[in-house]
Structure formats: structure tokens, C-alpha cells
């Protein structure tokens, strides 16, 4: 069955850094393209990045183009979101997700925070 397991979130400075791992399993991962979502407070689930397989290309909502990098490891089934130049408004839960026959799965999500 499709597994998704995020990691790598946690408490950050304004102008720090963090890379986040979704570890995917059940699935030909490199076939797929992969979304990372976030969800803040209070906030409706957001979509931040996506990448499609056999070349990777991206797509970045505005308010993180420029700071935030979506990459995959088709051998190791893992996608990552480096974020860089992190504020207080990209506090949330960040979710990895993946759509298998019209099917959304979901990780359980790392929360990251960013605060001084």
C-alpha cells in the first residue's frame, strides 16, 4: 500500500534553512509526479511545490519562488523541499502527497516553525 513518511521539520530562525524528506513506498515512485502541501492554522491545505517524474520539472506557488527547491531521488523513493530564507509566514505543517489512480495519499506531516 502507498506510504508516505515526511521528516526534517522543526524550529528555525527567520532567514534560516531546513530540508525536508517525504520517503515514499507502495508505488513506482518515479513515475509519479510528487506535491509537497502545507496547512497552516487556521489556514486552508496549500499547495508549495510539485515535481513530475522523467525530467523533473517544477512548479513553485509565488510565495516561495526563489527560496524553496523541490528535488527527487528516484533510487531512494524520496522527495525533498530545501527552503532557504525561511519567515514566520512559512509556519506550518508540511504534507507530501501523491495521487495513484484518482487517489490522493497523504504523509502525517512535519510541522516546521519558524520564530526567533
Known amino acids: 500500500q502507498v506510504q508516505l513518511v515526511e521528516s526534517g521539520g522543526g524550529l528555525v530562525q527567520p532567514g534560516g534553512s531546513l530540508t525536508l524528506s517525504c520517503v515514499a513506498s507502495?508505488?513506482?515512485?518515479?513515475?509519479?509526479?510528487m506535491n509537497w502541501y502545507r496547512q497552516a492554522p487556521g489556514k486552508e491545505r496549500e499547495l508549495v511545490a510539485t515535481?513530475?517524474?522523467?525530467?523533473?520539472?517544477?512548479y513553485y506557488t509565488d510565495s516561495v519562488k526563489g527560496r524553496f527547491t523541490i528535488s527527487r531521488d528516484d533510487v531512494n523513493n524520496t522527495v525533498y523541499l530545501q527552503m532557504n530564507s525561511l519567515r514566520p509566514s512559512d509556519t506550518a505543517v508540511y504534507l507530501c502527497?501523491?495521487?495513484?489512480?484518482?487517489?490522493?495519499?497523504w504523509g502525517q506531516g512535519t510541522q516546521v516553525t519558524v520564530s526567533s
Open positions: 507502495g508505488f513506482i515512485f518515479s513515475r509519479y509526479t
Open positions: 502527497r501523491v495521487t495513484k489512480f484518482g487517489v490522493n495519499y
Open positions: 515535481i513530475i517524474p522523467a525530467g523533473g520539472k517544477t
